[in-house]
C-alpha cells in the first residue's frame, strides 16, 4: 500500500514542480534533496532492522522476568519444603498458592555501579506473593527469591516500612477466590431464591442454560477502614444483567458475604438487599416476599442487539454520509527509533521500560543526550472512590492494584488503540491457573507520531521584522499501555519531545459504574437511562517520579511567584503591583509537601546545586502539574487512610530502596491499618538537602457522569498529565539540532520579489504524504501565504 502510494505522488507530483530544479522560473527555492532521489517509503531507514523484541539470553537490570526465570521459579516454590507451593490446576483457598511473582529490582546504588562505574551486574531477584491459606492462621507472605535464573534460596522480605506476613483477610483480588464465592454462596443462594430471581429479574446466578438467563455481578469491597478491623473480610456482590457491558445494567440486589475464613465452607451471607431495603438474613428476605409484606421488583431483561445503548456497534445517522477514510500518518523513511533487550534510542532520547504485573507500567534510566534525567519515573497506583447510597456502591472504594495493574494491560489495537504502523510489544507473565506462563500479545505499543501543532515557531512576515519564518512540527516518540481494570479503561503513555520534555499521561476511558436508579440515589449523580444513575466518582493516580539531575545529588525547591509593590520611576506617589520571583529552598520532606493553591502559584524545581550554566544558574528540572485534584474525604475516616498519598499533590523523599513503591495490592481491605502508610516516607522529616530524592506526584480527577458518557466515557478532556521539563538544564532549546524544522527566507532580501528558499535540512519531499500539493508548490502560487513579498495595500 505504502509503495503504491509513493509512486503514485511521485508521478502526480510532476506537474506541481517541487523542486526548484526542474522550473527555473519559479520563485521557490528547496534546499531539501533533489526530487529525481525519491525512493520507495521506508527504504532509507537505518533503523528498521534495529526492531528486536525478543528475550535477551542475559537480562538486564530493569528486563522484566524471562520465561525460563519464571519456568525456573515455578519448580522452585513448589518444590521447596517451607513454601510448598500447590501445582496450578490443584489450588484451593486452603492451599500454599502462588499468587503473582514479579521482578524484584537490586539496590539503586549497585545498579547505577553497574551503568556507570563498569561493575558487575548485580544479581536478578523475583518477588514472589504466596497466599498461605494452608497456614494456622493463614497469611500472605512476600518473598524474595534469587538469584535468577539459577535460584538458591527463597527468603520472606524484610522491610521496614510494611508488614510481612499480611492479614490472609487483606489478600488482593483473585478469580479461584470469585469462583468458589460463586460455586458456593451463589450455588446456596440460587437453591432459596431462585425463584425471587426469576420472577423478579428473569434470570439466576447458576443452572442457567444461556448467558441471556444468567446474572454475572460487580464486586465491592467492604475495606476495613468501615469494619474497623483487618482480621475481618467483607465484600458486596452486585447482581447485574450479563449484557455488553454489565455495569451498565445494575439491578437492586445485592449480597454482603462473609470471607473471614480461609476455609470456604464457613463462609455466609451476613445480608441481602433487594428493591431498595435491607434484610439481616435470606430468610428474613423470604418471608417478606412470600407474605407480600415487602416491596417487590419486576424488570424485564432488555433485548441483547446492535441498536442496544449500551454496545459499541455504529448506530445512527452514518458520518460522513459515504465510506471515507480518516487521514493516517506514515513513517516515509522508515522508524527512526531502535528497540532491544527492552531498551528504546530515539533521536538523543534512550530509557528501559519493563511492565510490573504489581503496579503497572514504569521507565528506568531516562537519558537525553546522554545524560541520565531520571532513574525511574513508574506508575504506582490507579484508585477510583465512588459516592452512592445504595450499599455497594456507597463504599465502592477501589484500589486498582488489589486487582494487580499490569496483567490488565493486552490486546492493544493497531488502528483503534495505537497507530497502523506502531511497534507492538508482547509481555509474559506468570500463570495463576496454568503451568505455563502466559504471553498477553500487544501490552505496549511504541510510535513516534506528529502532534500536528508546533513544538516551536515564529513568523516575521513584515519587511521591517526581518522577513523569515522558522517552526517544527512537534513529532513525539510515545510509549503506550491501556489497563483495563472492570469497567474502566486507562491508557498510560510516556510521551518523549525533541526538546527535552518527558510528557507522562493517563486518558480514562471504559464504561462507567452505576447504580440501580432511585430517588435516593439522585444526590449522587443524574438519571442517565431508565434504571441506571451515573455515580460521582473520584479518579487518582500516583507516579514515582525519582530524578536524577546531573547526579544524585539533588535539591528541591519552589520559585514562589509573589505580589511586588513598588513606585513608579516617573513618580513615587504612584504605586506599582507587579509580580516577582522568590526562591524558597525545601530542606526536610515535611516542608516540602505540596498542595495547590491558586493563589500561591509557583514552580516546582530539582536540580544540582555543583552543576550550574556558564552564567551561574543552577540546571534544573521542572516539575509541571497539570491535573490538580483535591480528595475531600476527611484525613483517617473510612479507607481514607489506604490512599494517603492523595492528600498532597507532590511529596518529596530521600530514596529509600525499601520505598519502592506509594502503595500496596492490600489496598483495597487495608484501609483500618494500611500495609503501606505513605505518611510514614515524610513523617520522619529528614534532611532533603544534597540528597537522592524521589518525586511523588499525585494527579486526579473527579466525574459527575452525563449522557454522553454512554455507552463509553470519551478519552477526550478526560486527561491526567504531568510534565518534566529542562529548566536552564541547556543553553538553548535542544530542538534546534532537530532536521525537523523548517526555515523560509527571501531567496535575495534586496529582491523580495525573486521569492523565497525552504531549508528542510537535507530532509526529502512529499515522502508518504496523502496531500496532493506541498508546501513549495503553495509558495510557487502566492508566496505571501508565508512570507510577505509585497508592499501591503492596507
Known amino acids: 500500500m505504502c509503495l503504491a502510494v509513493c509512486l503514485w505522488l511521485l508521478v502526480s507530483s510532476l506537474w506541481l514542480t517541487s523542486c526548484a530544479q526542474q522550473d527555473g522560473g519559479s520563485n521557490v527555492t528547496s534546499t531539501g534533496e533533489d526530487c529525481s532521489n525519491l525512493t520507495a517509503c521506508g527504504s532509507t531507514n537505518t533503523n528498521g532492522n534495529k526492531i528486536d523484541r525478543s528475550e535477551p539470553d542475559s537480562p538486564g537490570p530493569f528486563h522484566d522476568l524471562t520465561k525460563l526465570e519464571l519456568k525456573n521459579l515455578r519448580t522452585y516454590l513448589e518444590n521447596d519444603p517451607n513454601i510448598r507451593a500447590v501445582n496450578s490446576s490443584q489450588a484451593t483457598v486452603n492451599s500454599s498458592y502462588i499468587y503473582m511473582v514479579d521482578l524484584f529490582l537490586p539496590k539503586k546504588s549497585q545498579v547505577m555501579n553497574f551503568l556507570d562505574h563498569g561493575y558487575e551486574q548485580p544479581a536478578r531477584g523475583a518477588r514472589v506473593m504466596m497466599f498461605r491459606g494452608d497456614k494456622t492462621p493463614a497469611v500472605v507472605e512476600e518473598y524474595l527469591c534469587g538469584p535468577l535464573p539459577d535460584i538458591q534460596r527463597c527468603d520472606l522480605l524484610n522491610f521496614t516500612y510494611r508488614r510481612n506476613p499480611v492479614e490472609f483477610t487483606l489478600r488482593p483480588y483473585w478469580d479461584l477466590e470469585f469462583e468458589t464465592i460463586l460455586m458456593t454462596l451463589g450455588v446456596a443462594l440460587d437453591k432459596k431464591i431462585g425463584y425471587i430471581f426469576r420472577e423478579s429479574y428473569n434470570a439466576t446466578i447458576t443452572h442457567c442454560d444461556t448467558r441471556e438467563e444468567c446474572f454475572t455481578f460487580t464486586p465491592s469491597p467492604l475495606g476495613s477502614g468501615f469494619l474497623k478491623n483487618t482480621n475481618l473480610r467483607r465484600m458486596w456482590f452486585i447482581l447485574t444483567y450479563q449484557l455488553p457491558f454489565h455495569t451498565l445494567f445494575p439491578l437492586d440486589f445485592a449480597a454482603l458475604c462473609n470471607l473471614d475464613s480461609s476455609n470456604p465452607s464457613n463462609w455466609?451471607?451476613?445480608?441481602?438487599?433487594?428493591?431498595?431495603?435491607?434484610?439481616?438474613?435470606?430468610?428474613?428476605?423470604?418471608?417478606?416476599?412470600?407474605?407480600?409484606?415487602?416491596?417487590?421488583?419486576?424488570?424485564?431483561?432488555?433485548?441483547?442487539?446492535?441498536?442496544?445503548?449500551?454496545?459499541?456497534?455504529?448506530?445512527?445517522?452514518?458520518?460522513?454520509?459515504?465510506?471515507q477514510r480518516p487521514p493516517l500518518q506514515v513513517e516515509p523513511d522508515g522508524k527512526r527509533y531502535s528497540l532491544?533487550?527492552?531498551?528504546?534510542?530515539?533521536?538523543?532520547?534512550?530509557?528501559?521500560?519493563?511492565m510490573s504485573p504489581f503496579t503497572g507500567p514504569a521507565l528506568y534510566d531516562v537519558r537525553f543526550k546522554g545524560e541520565r534525567i531520571a532513574y525511574e519515573i513508574a506508575l504506582a497506583e490507579l484508585s477510583v472512590f465512588y459516592s452512592g447510597d445504595a450499599p455497594g456502591i456507597s463504599n465502592m472504594n477501589y484500589v486498582d492494584s488489589g486487582a494487580l495493574l499490569g496483567i490488565h494491560s493486552k490486546a492493544l489495537v493497531p488502528g483503534g488503540d495505537c497507530p497502523e504502523f506502531a511497534t507492538l510489544i508482547n509481555q509474559t507473565f506468570f500463570a495463576q491457573r496454568s503451568r505455563e506462563d502466559v504471553e498477553l500479545a500487544s501490552t505496549f505499543c511504541l510510535f513516534e507520531q506528529n502532534n500536528g501543532y508546533p513544538l516551536r515557531r515564529h513568523l516575521s512576515y513584515q519587511f521591517a521584522f526581518g522577513s523569515f519564518y522558522g517552526g517544527m512540527l512537534d513529532s513525539v516518540l510515545t510509549l503506550r499501555s491501556a489497563m483495563t481494570i472492570g469497567n474502566y479503561d486507562y491508557i498510560l503513555d510516556f510521551i518523549f519531545h525533541q526538546n527535552g520534555i518527558i510528557e507522562t499521561r493517563v486518558l480514562s476511558t471504559g464504561y462507567i459504574q452505576t447504580s440501580f436508579y432511585r430517588d435516593a440515589e439522585i444526590p449522587y449523580g443524574f438519571r442517565l437511562h431508565d434504571n441506571i444513575l451515573g455515580n460521582v466518582h473520584h479518579h487518582m493516580a500516583h507516579f514515582k517520579v525519582d530524578l536524577d539531575i546531573a547526579g544524585s545529588s539533588n535539591r528541591y525547591q519552589t520559585l514562589d511567584i509573589v505580589n511586588d509593590q513598588t513606585f513608579a520611576k516617573e513618580d513615587h506617589c504612584i504605586k506599582i503591583h507587579q509580580n516577582k520571583v522568590r526562591s524558597n529552598l525545601k530542606k526536610t520532606e515535611k516542608e516540602a509537601l505540596y498542595d495547590f493553591h491558586f493563589e500561591k502559584p509557583k514552580y516546582l524545581i530539582v536540580y544540582n546545586e555543583a552543576n550550574k550554566t556558564n552564567l551561574g544558574q543552577v540546571k534544573a528540572y521542572r516539575i509541571d502539574i497539570k491535573s490538580v485534584s483535591k480528595n475531600i474525604l476527611p484525613e483517617g475516616e473510612g479507607n481514607e487512610p489506604t490512599i494517603s498519598w492523595a492528600r498532597h499533590q507532590m511529596a518529596v523523599t530521600r530514596h529509600k530502596d525499601e520505598e519502592f513503591t506509594s502503595s500496596s495490592n492490600y489496598g483495597m481491605f487495608d484501609g483500618s491499618q494500611p500495609v503501606v502508610d505513605f505518611t510514614k516516607f515524610y513523617n520522619d522529616d529528614e534532611d532533603i538537602v544534597d540528597k537522592d530524592l524521589v518525586c511523588w506526584v499525585s494527579m486526579g480527577m473527579h466525574h459527575i457522569p452525563h449522557t454522553e458518557d454512554l455507552p463509553v466515557t470519551p478519552s477526550v478532556g478526560n486527561h491526567m498529565t504531568f510534565f518534566l521539563m529542562p529548566y536552564n538544564y541547556f543553553p538553548q532549546c535542544p530542538s534546534m539540532g532537530s532536521r525537523d524544522a523548517l526555515y523560509i527566507k527571501h531567496t535575495d532580501p534586496k529582491n523580495p520579489s525573486d521569492g523565497v528558499t525552504i531549508n528542510r535540512h537535507g530532509n526529502s519531499v512529499d515522502q508518504c504524504i496523502t496531500r496532493k500539493s506541498t508546501l513549495e508548490a503553495d509558495v510557487i502560487n502566492n508566496p505571501d501565504q508565508v512570507l510577505q513579498t509585497r508592499r501591503p495595500s492596507f
Open 340 to 354: 532491544k533487550d527492552r531498551k528504546v534510542d530515539y533521536l538523543g532520547w534512550s530509557f528501559n521500560f519493563r
Open 268 to 323: 455466609s451471607i451476613e445480608k441481602i438487599w433487594y428493591a431498595g431495603q435491607m434484610y439481616n438474613t435470606v430468610e428474613d428476605l423470604i418471608t417478606g416476599y412470600d407474605s407480600n409484606t415487602i416491596p417487590k421488583r419486576k424488570l424485564t431483561r432488555p433485548v441483547e442487539n446492535e441498536d442496544l445503548f449500551s454496545t459499541l456497534y455504529r448506530r445512527g445517522q452514518p458520518v460522513p454520509d459515504q465510506p
